[in-house]
């Protein structure tokens, strides 16, 4: 791959092999080609792996599973409920005022302050849209500082074999606590004395215990807050940094700027590790023929390789091309929101938020970027992390002056 030919922002070293399926040495299937990644990804012989699932299948069995850790008709027979929130109708007629509210609110502030941190205004966007879709909506104060510390930079794995394991179960356990007594149980008496048209009143509507509706807000916000976060952060900086690219997208029509959202999804995926546990013998496409993988295996979805596969998104797979013809479907952004039954259903949502977003942002006058971000990673999803680009708007100089704007 040509390093020259590669517009990335996020660099990850890749060891492996590089063909579209193959097995680790560990026993792990590992899947880098796009139309493999697809096959495992649609097949129905497989269930959720990874993302925590430790941590939930040692939950008492009468409490339900998120519907992230659930599979088969029940999964099915939720998402099909469930699935009216998120339709491309319902984001534009009902989400798309909400978000310009609050993306004003936002850049007013930063254009009172004259500077900010971006990764506290993508996510403190991310928060309000969120948590108006799903039902967040008598939250105390600092509910921005808790989830900060639900979601940290870093995380530690709990447990009770070393002082660092019972710290991070300790932590754990608060967090849930904090966020539980602050935003989900006055969420839960409100929307049951007045049922309203969102996620936690259909939760309510279905029988599901507080610990339960606790679960599934959380994790509704880690896909609707903290991966769009970070993908506005890191979509904002290659605007910063690409005069071209910046201009097409503020100038162009709205199908243009969406176009240019889901090259650099595809290129920068917010979740670049997926994995699956088969439950029966699974064929995939291979390199020389279908490869089949066995029952019981897990299997683990390189997202950021199957979507710089040459055979699906054509050559310069690294460069960004708007317009670019591809093998990956309808699904311009390939597999960055995943695909089949766990595919993100917020997609619509993410991608309407960040065009508002970044439109509203490149429009303010002198906007240009202070400092360039730091970048770290979350291992177990192949996630990044942007932190410390600071963002000035006006005739106002930071002590970084204008260094990296265009």
Not at 253 to 267: F, G, M, Y
Not at 280 to 285: E, I, N, S
């Amino acid at each position: 791959m040509d390093r020259a030919d590669d517009a990335r922002k996020i660099r990850r070293e890749h060891t492996g092999p590089v063909c579209p399926i193959d097995r680790g040495d560990d026993g792990t299937w590992q899947v880098r080609g796009h139309q493999a990644a697809r096959a495992v990804l649609r097949s129905t012989d497989t269930v959720q792996a990874g993302l925590g699932i430790e941590t939930v299948e040692k939950m008492p069995a009468r409490i339900r599973r998120p519907v992230l850790y659930r599979d088969g008709p029940e999964h099915r027979e939720h998402r099909r409920q469930t699935a009216r929130y998120f339709t491309p109708r319902r984001v534009d007629e009902h989400y798309r005022e909400l978000a310009e509210r609050v993306v004003r609110r936002h850049l007013d502030a930063l254009q009172s302050e004259g500077e900010a941190w971006l990764e506290d205004l993508t996510f403190g966007v991310a928060i309000d849209v969120a948590c108006e879709v799903i039902g967040l909506t008598r939250s105390r104060r600092g509910i921005q500082r808790r989830l900060e510390r639900f979601f940290p930079e870093k995380f530690g794995k709990p447990g009770l074999t070393s002082w660092h394991g019972i710290y991070w179960l300790c932590r754990q356990n608060s967090n849930w606590l904090r966020i539980y007594l602050a935003d989900v149980r006055p969420a839960i008496r409100a929307h049951r004395e007045r049922p309203v048209d969102n996620l936690i009143s259909h939760l309510i509507a279905e029988g599901c215990s507080s610990t339960e509706i606790l679960g599934e807000c959380l994790t509704y916000a880690a896909a609707g807050m903290v991966t769009t976060r970070e993908f506005m952060s890191v979509a904002a900086w290659h605007l910063f940094t690409d005069a071209a690219l910046r201009e097409r997208c503020t100038s162009g029509s709205e199908s243009e700027r969406l176009a240019v959202l889901h090259e650099l999804l595809r290129l920068e995926p917010a979740v670049a590790r997926l994995k699956r546990r088969t439950t029966g013998a699974l064929v995939v496409p291979g390199a020389d023929g279908p490869v089949t993988v066995p029952g019981d295996a897990l299997v683990e979805i390189f997202v950021d390789e199957a979507n710089t596969d040459v055979e699906a998104v054509g050559e310069h797979p690294t460069a960004v091309r708007p317009d670019r013809p591809t093998a990956t479907g309808r699904y311009a952004a390939a597999l960055s929101f995943g695909d089949g039954p766990h595919r993100c259903p917020g997609a619509d949502i993410a991608l309407m938020e960040a065009n508002v977003f970044l439109g509203r942002l490149f429009a303010l006058e002198g906007i240009r970027m202070l400092a360039p971000p730091r970048v770290a990673f979350q291992d177990e999803i192949g996630g990044y992390v942007i932190r410390g680009l600071r963002v000035g708007v006006g005739s106002r100089q930071g002590a970084a002056g204008s260094a990296g704007a265009v």
